[in-house]
């Protein structure tokens, strides 16, 4: 966009998703009602039509779901948005869209337990995230933003990431993200080197090749083939789009890690232990699927605790144990999702002084 | 000597997986012989379900989408939307449409999408093996209701063609059969009015096609047919059941 205003604006986290999502060419939204992601698809009920876009609030998650995959087979940009009860109705056409290996962003503000729940935040479907979350054996490119800047940035992202590696994307952010509000720079879609997309159905002339969308394999090895062949994608991503941030982890001792927004109460926490004279740093992963492994396993080299902690009952966990060398330890803080158990910044102190001590 | 039948362009030259007298493969020539008569095959987007169409790409010379199973027209929806310039259709069978995609279906024809469905209603689920539908006709015996559809348990059969032509949204509903000449040359004309209908942009246009499925039936082709007009015209009357779009 040549008109492109890059001025601060001062917005909820869900709205900047929206608002990166028309700045990255997404024309097609569909969407349910559904706390505390329901700004998405009210900022786009508004804004879309102005653009020339389309939004239908669709008659449930799963219709929505496979409009997106709909729109993506024929090339579009598209998104959808929902929470723990509708996300799970999306399974069926996230796997859909992975076996057919389209593009498509999905964003999962997570709200709390499994059922009906509750809206508070929650980190519990980090497992539903990162390992497909449908049948079939497949996985999805899963951002993990932990501020409104990044909500925006890394939806905008997602779109680029899905149409590079022809997979559905996922932004998987806690409720507090989406909806607190902070100033955003709106930055202007970067200008990445996308693949063509020859397969996209368009109407055939004459002569020309016939595209099929479909995740239907009989032949004989043919979906053995397919396995190997995301397999080989999946390490692709691993390779090369793994993203994370550290925060004085040089001289560390101790490394907090986590995502999302107990990722900002632990900087919080770990600014008073560097106060108290304890070196203690933070992982932060930004991408849970590819999991920055090499970082984790960089960092263990000289730091040998590790302390995870997550909004439930352990999960990103397993994949940090995964990562670090094996005699590295690590702990797990946790505060399973409900209403009053976000931690605060002194609760993590303490946790932090405790695992300090244990490490030295 | 001059040819006077042959392959409409738009199918391919193969054989289909479709046993001895199904009606699918009616279905498939009429459809195709539309989309070549108004010369849309370019243009066209199929949709196919689960079902015994799902093979849809393998039989039709055109781009398809294949749907997961009753989702076709929530597909179709998105790839509209995305692309207003080509005309989309979805072809599916009574369990798709009716059963597990019937929220798909209602909400689709009610926003009045673009869009064409073509909807093969054989009173079973063929694919699967012949067990109860949602359009299974009282007392018809299938290997989920092996003493007869039973309408106090399982509910009346859906009667889509009607309850489809309430919808403002709808701009054209009508059902055919294929199980004589006479029905084959009026079920082509009504499948020409659908794609006439989105071609000229007038809303969502529905066609269900009562069809016979002798294999899970247990009947020999003809005895099928015979079916057809016995048992189920009756019972879901042809005709033309909404028709705003003035075709
Ligand atoms: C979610 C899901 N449930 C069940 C199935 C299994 N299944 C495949 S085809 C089919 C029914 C097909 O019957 P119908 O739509 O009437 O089409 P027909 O085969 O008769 O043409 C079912 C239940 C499936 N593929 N996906
Ligand atoms: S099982 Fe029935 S619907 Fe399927 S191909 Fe055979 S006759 Fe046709």
Redo the contacts with the bound molecule.
């Keep these: 966009m040549n008109n492109h205003k890059t001025e601060k604006v001062f917005l909820k986290g869900n709205e900047a998703v929206a608002m990166a999502a028309i700045e990255a060419g997404c024309r097609c939204y569909f969407g349910y009602p559904i706390t505390p992601q329901s700004d998405i698809p009210e900022y786009l009920s508004r804004e879309l039509p102005k653009v020339g876009g389309t939004f239908i609030q669709a008659e449930s998650e799963i219709g929505s779901i496979n409009m997106v995959l709909g729109a993506a087979a024929t090339g579009a940009r598209a998104m959808t948005s929902s929470s723990g009860p509708g996300i799970s109705l999306k399974q069926?056409g996230i796997s859909y869209m992975a076996g057919s290996e389209l593009p498509g962003v999905i964003v999962d503000i997570m709200r709390a337990g499994p059922g009906l729940g509750g809206i508070d935040a929650s980190q519990a479907d980090y497992f539903q995230a990162t390992r497909g979350g449908g049948h079939g054996g497949y996985r999805i490119i899963v951002l993990a933003p932990a501020s409104v800047q990044e909500m925006y940035d890394l939806t905008m992202l997602a779109f680029d990431l899905a149409d590079m590696y022809r997979m559905p994307a996922m932004v998987l952010a806690d409720s507090v993200i989406g909806q607190m509000k902070e100033s955003v720079t709106p930055n202007p879609r970067p200008k990445t080197e996308l693949p063509p997309k020859p397969w996209v159905v368009r109407g055939k002339a004459a002569g020309e090749p016939q595209n099929v969308v479909k995740s239907l394999y009989l032949g004989d090895g043919e979906m053995e083939a397919f396995h190997w062949k995301m397999h080989a994608r999946y390490q692709e991503l691993a390779d090369k789009e793994c993203r994370w941030e550290e925060f004085m982890t040089d001289d560390a001792e101790l490394i907090v890690t986590a995502f999302g927004s107990p990722a900002r109460i632990a900087k919080t926490a770990i600014s008073m232990a560097r106060e108290a004279g304890m070196k203690v740093g933070l992982l932060r992963p930004i991408t849970l699927f590819p999991f920055p492994k090499k970082a984790y396993a960089t960092l263990s080299e000289s730091c040998k605790r590790f302390l995870s902690i997550e909004l439930s009952t352990g999960q990103m966990i397993d994949d940090v144990r995964l990562s670090v060398a094996r005699d590295a330890e690590v702990a797990f803080y946790g505060r399973p999702p409900g209403a009053g158990s976000l931690p605060t910044p002194e609760e993590l102190f303490v946790q932090i002084r405790k695992n300090y001590q244990a490490a030295a | 000597m001059k040819q006077v039948f042959s392959r409409p362009e738009s199918l391919k030259d193969v054989q289909t997986h479709f046993c001895p007298g199904c009606h699918?493969g009616s279905v498939h020539r009429l459809v195709a012989e539309a989309i070549d008569e108004f010369g849309i095959a370019s243009q066209t987007i199929g949709v196919a379900?689960?079902?015994?169409?799902?093979f849809l790409y393998g039989y039709f010379d055109v781009d398809v989408i294949e749907a997961?199973?009753?989702r076709a027209p929530a597909v179709a929806t998105g790839a509209k939307r995305a692309r207003p310039d080509r005309i989309v259709f979805t072809y599916?069978?009574?369990?798709?449409?009716?059963?597990?995609?019937m929220s798909e279906i209602i909400h689709s024809a009610n926003r009045g999408e673009d869009i064409t469905v073509i909807f093969?209603?054989?009173t079973?689920?063929?694919?699967?093996g012949g067990?109860m539908?949602p359009?299974t006709m009282p007392g018809q015996k299938t290997s989920t209701s092996p003493y007869g559809r039973d309408i106090n348990n399982d509910g009346a059969p859906f009667k889509m063609a009607e309850l489809l032509s309430q919808l403002e949204g709808v701009a054209f509903s009508a059902r055919v059969a294929v199980n004589s000449p006479k029905n084959v040359i009026q079920a082509k004309k009504m499948i020409k009015n659908a794609f006439r209908c989105q071609i000229e942009k007038k809303g969502f246009s529905f066609i269900e096609v009562l069809?016979s499925?002798p294999t899970?039936w247990g009947m020999q082709p003809l005895e099928a047919n015979k079916r057809v007009s016995d048992e189920m015209i009756p019972y879901f009357p042809l005709g033309v059941y909404r028709n705003t779009a003035n075709l």
């Design positions: 069926e | 699918h379900s689960v079902g015994c169409s799902v997961p199973h009753g599916q069978g009574d369990g798709d449409l009716a059963a597990i995609g093969v209603n054989n079973t689920y063929g694919m699967t067990q539908a359009t069809a499925c899970n």
